[in-house]
Antibody, heavy 117, light 107 residues
Framework: VQLVESGGALVQPGGSLRLSCSASGFAFNSFSMHWVRHLPGKGLEYVSAVSPDGLNTFYADSVKGRFSISRDNSEETVSLQMSSLTPEDTAVYYC?????????????WGRGTMVTV | YELTQPPSMSVSPGQTATITCSGDAIPKRYASWYQHKPGQAPVVLLYKDTERASGIPARFSGSSSGTTATLTISGVQADDEGDYYCHSADNDATSVVFGGGTKLTVL
């Protein structure tokens, strides 16, 4: 079971960025996929989620209207399109599976990708 | 919805660290706990309040009472130093949150 994030970069305020997460080793289309970020000097923040079929999404209030999550089950990837970025979005972004091993737990994490605004 | 944790804690090796996580929906919702070290991805320690994840030593234990979930680390070791986060949901399970995190320092 593996998740590999990519796409993190240094971007100017107001800019856009697209993060991707490539999954392998499990039945990708059976699990909702999530993004969690670690804000430097602060803590973990739940960012967004997409249902297994891609039809239902969730966003934290802090990113609603600016971020968009999507998935491609044929490619086993999940993406996070980020726009109108601010310095407050600077963080390590993790792609996460919930409930793979343990009920309702964030139990499979990627290594993260750094976004600096 | 918010989960409240103490921001920091210091213990000597061999002592017991008790980290609390308070939230109004804790009586209705399970909590899980994570350890996060610099440069690494978070690791799940406990789920469903008290269940240990595979490979997690028995000195990590959890409990829940009233509006507070608790992570207890018995016989703290130097390698336990890091940030600890609780996670749970609100009463309607519409809001998923992490606590603010507790930085554990081993003296």
């Amino acid at each position: 079971v593996q998740l590999v994030e990519s796409g993190g970069a240094l971007v100017q305020p107001g800019g856009s960025l697209r993060l991707s997460c490539s999954a392998s080793g499990f039945a990708f289309n059976s699990f909702s996929m999530h993004w969690v970020r670690h804000l430097p000097g602060k803590g973990l923040e739940y960012v967004s989620a997409v249902s297994p079929d891609g039809l239902n999404t969730f966003y934290a209030d802090s990113v609603k209207g600016r971020f968009s999550i999507s998935r491609d089950n044929s490619e086993e990837t999940v993406s996070l399109q980020m726009s109108s970025l601010t310095p407050e979005d600077t963080a390590v972004y993790y792609c996460v599976v919930v409930g793979f091993y343990y009920e309702d737990a964030f139990d499979v994490w990627g290594r993260g990708t750094m976004v600096t605004v | 919805y918010e989960l409240t944790q103490p921001p920091s804690m210091s213990v000597s090796p061999g002592q017991t660290a008790t980290i609390t996580c308070s939230g109004d929906a804790i009586p209705k919702r399970y909590a899980s706990w994570y350890q996060h070290k610099p440069g690494q991805a978070p690791v799940v320690l406990l789920y469903k309040d008290t269940e240990r994840a595979s490979g997690i030593p028995a000195r990590f234990s959890g409990s829940s009472s009233g509006t507070t979930a608790t992570l207890t680390i018995s016989g703290v070791q130097a390698d336990d130093e890091g940030d600890y986060y609780c996670h749970s949901a609100d009463n309607d399970a519409t809001s998923v949150v992490f606590g603010g995190g507790t930085k554990l320092t081993v003296l």
